[in-house]
């Protein structure tokens, strides 16, 4: 975002496009078919937990809340977007990161859709977790990331591979295969 020239609020619109809204319809579909004893992983960041610490107190607490519904983040993410384009986003307590506020969403969706297998699905032992796999070697991160793909790809595998009597993490938000604060 930061060399980006295109206007912020075009970049705000993509970005929760891809990385929330994608994640979203993409658990929508796939979690009822998940069997017991399935792991879900979804791949968020630790820029979540810095994008978290600039939001305004208001919106930390929502974000923070163990009773945020899925359609109540679906609002907040998309009054981001809104935000952006009437640029009052900073006035509104969002920080100036597209990249962390779509994050953020991720980790809070799935902190609510572990929630919600604990609701419907408690004895099917299924796991659910957000995890930040690291700065890596990509196109997005650049060369000068300090992990290759393959340790990167060390929590997220972590998680997918946890054995079938282990009742946790669940719900959590994991980097260098820690649980980490929210």
Known sequence: EVHDTTPF???????LKTNFFGTRNVCTE??????????????SSMV???????????????FRSDTITEDELVEL??????DTKKSVHEKEGWPNTA?????????????IQARMINEKRKGDHILLNACCPGWVRTDMAGPKATKSPDEG???PVYLALL????????????????????
Not at 55 to 61: F, P
Not at 101 to 110: D, W
Request: include cysteine.
């Open 99 to 111: 990249y962390g506020v779509s994050k953020i969403g991720v980790t809070v969706l799935s902190r």
């Open 77 to 82: 993410m998309n009054k981001f977007v809104e």
């Open 48 to 62: 979540s937990s810095s994008a978290l610490k600039g939001c305004s107190q208001e919106l930390q607490q929502k």
């Open 9 to 15: 609020a075009v970049q705000a619109e993509v970005t």
């Open 163 to 182: 054995p079938s009597d282990a009742d946790g993490p669940h719900g959590q938000f994991l980097s260098n295969k820690t649980v980490r604060t929210w």
């Open 30 to 43: 796939l979690l009822p078919l998940v069997k017991p004893y399935g792991r879900v992983v979804n791949v």
């Open 153 to 155: 790809a060390e929590t």
